[in-house]
């Protein structure tokens, strides 16, 4: 079929950081020939324009979530001041619509953020339809992410603007599977490709993760913006006298504290929570890789596996965000594109009972 040029789609696809992981723990290879092999996969032999990675829309999240938490943290009257404490962060969209629907009470409390998913899509589009003078709706983005709620998260009418969305199609990782099963490929053997810097503030080609969990290292992040925001404290100063108390309580539970010297608390985070639906985290998101469903040279228990792809997801290089590095990025953008790329809202969605379960027994 011919289309006219201006009807001709652009293809871009975005992989998430726990997505690469768990194709890199299935075919062992490094989380950066990884990266390059899906870029030669999809912009060879796809046809698509440009294949990036979400860690770019994560970076800005990581920056609008601890300017959130810092505003909230000094508007707050007192300690006992519940009015804008705690901060619930997140980028699980199972989290999110359990909230809208049973909880509805805690939606003022959930930052509105958006997650890096749809910052990257509004990016993609907004960068491609002024660089190529394309309307939204000619550039078409597909994501890869470890969460088939993900799915939901795009058909959002938030994230939609004259019936062209940000994110147009979701595809988790187990379906990247299957689309190199179809093509009779094998990851391995696929040669690698560029690194793509459609969207970055990085001058290195390197892959880059955020210190923190594995589900996007939220209250790292924001406890260590906090500490220089706060109390002036630098704790990626390798001689700081400060530092973060780790203390895990069981596996679906882990607390941060800051304290200074004499094991004085400053800071205990929880005023600020990162809440995810799934045992692990997004590391082990329902559209992961299972290693009972794929075929590996050694049998691993479900811990084990989870514990192999986080291995992998942290090989990466670390860094903090920066700031300077951002703010230099957007200097550009208006109140109103800044609003439109970091932010969305959430509502109350009432439940519908049917009568004749709901009479009493």
């Known amino acids: 079929m011919n289309l006219k040029e201006n009807e001709r789609k652009i293809l871009v696809a975005s992989i998430s950081p726990q997505s690469r992981a768990s194709l890199a723990a299935v075919f062992n290879i490094s989380i950066k020939s990884t990266h390059a092999r899906l870029t030669y996969f999809f912009t060879k032999i796809l046809s698509f324009s440009h294949f990036v990675d979400t860690n770019f829309g994560r970076e800005l999240a990581l920056y609008a979530l601890s300017n959130d938490f810092i505003q909230r943290y000094k508007t707050k009257k007192n300690e006992y001041d519940n009015q804008i404490l705690p901060l619930l962060t997140s980028a699980c969209p199972g989290w999110i619509c359990y909230a809208e629907k049973t909880h509805t009470e805690v939606l003022p409390y959930i930052s509105r953020v958006k997650s890096p998913q749809q910052i990257t899509g509004t990016i993609i589009k907004s960068k491609l339809t ?117 203390i895990i309580r069981n596996n679906d539970m882990m607390e941060y504290i800051l304290k200074g010297p004499d094991d004085l608390v400053l800071l205990r985070m929880a005023t600020c929570y990162e809440v995810m639906a799934c045992p692990s985290g997004c590391i082990n998101g329902g559209g992961q890789l299972k290693p009972e469903t794929v075929n590996l040279s050694k049998t691993f228990t479900q811990k084990e596996w989870i514990d192999h792809v986080n291995n992998l997801y942290n090989s990466s290089i670390k860094i903090s965000i920066n700031p300077i590095r951002i703010l230099q990025y957007i200097k550009n953008w208006d109140h109103d594109f800044t609003y439109k790329v970091l932010y969305t809202t959430y509502r109350s969605i009432p439940q519908l009972y049917n009568k004749q379960l709901n009479q009493d027994w």
């Open 130 to 246: 002024k660089a190529l003078n394309k309307q939204k709706h000619n550039i078409y983005h597909v994501s890869i992410m470890p969460c088939f709620d993900k799915k939901l998260e795009a058909s959002r009418e938030e994230f939609s603007e004259n019936g062209a969305r940000d994110v147009d199609c979701v595809i988790t990782t187990s379906e990247i599977l299957e689309m190199l099963k179809d093509y009779s490929l094998d990851l391995q053997k696929i040669p690698e490709a560029p690194h793509d810097s459609l969207i970055s503030c990085y001058m290195d080609a390197d892959i880059m993760e955020h210190p923190g969990s594995s589900s996007g290292g939220y209250l790292i992040q924001i406890l260590t913006f906090a500490a220089q925001e706060l109390f002036n404290i630098d704790l990626t100063n390798a001689n700081s006298t400060h530092n973060i108390i780790h």
